[in-house]
């Protein structure tokens, strides 16, 4: 006999929002705040898997045009990691030199003596993840150090 209608009320003052992603009013109960604007639950997707980033409830990022959840992000947006040679981050979207496990830039990966560039199919050596082109293999220099010197009279 009580005409309670718990759907009826408007929990959200200032007005109906409209979603970002269709654009379309938000009549349910649950929206969220994501990037700035409203979205229907349904609509806050990662552009590239999918999910829906209000699901997840983790962070979600706007990049390019995309909404990306973060796996996503950091595929495509992340780092490869830092630099072996300048400590320095590397964007994902950047090419990158890899050799047993570390990154390189493409203008760091020389050697650390002679500052040649090495490329793909050079004999080079990685002493540390520092490079070293063939002559200059800092293990050849100390099997010199410990060769005999010349005495100087
Ligand atoms: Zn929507
Ligand atoms: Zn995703
Ligand atoms: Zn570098
Ligand atoms: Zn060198």
Redesign the pocket.
């Known amino acids: 006999m009580n005409n309670t209608n718990p759907n009826n009320s408007r929990c959200l003052q200032g007005g109906i929002r409209s979603c970002g992603g269709c654009g379309e009013k938000i009549l349910d109960r649950f929206l969220l705040l994501a990037l700035d604007q409203y979205w229907h639950v349904n609509c806050l997707k990662?552009?590239?898997?999918?999910?829906r980033?209000g699901e997840v409830g983790s962070s979600c990022y706007a990049k390019g045009g995309m909404i990306?959840?973060?796996?996503?992000?950091v595929k495509l947006y992340g780092s490869s990691g830092a630099c072996a040679v300048c400590a320095k981050l590397i964007p994902a979207t950047e090419f990158v030199m890899k050799v047993l496990g570390k990154v390189y830039h493409i203008d760091c990966f020389n050697c650390t003596t002679c500052h040649n560039p090495l490329v793909a199919g050079d004999r080079f050596h990685v002493v540390n993840g520092r490079l070293f082109c063939e002559s200059d293999d800092p293990r050849l220099l100390k099997q010199q150090l410990h060769a005999p010197k010349q005495t100087v009279c």
Do not use: E, I
């Open positions: 990662c552009s590239c898997c999918n999910v980033l990306l959840c973060k796996n996503d992000y």
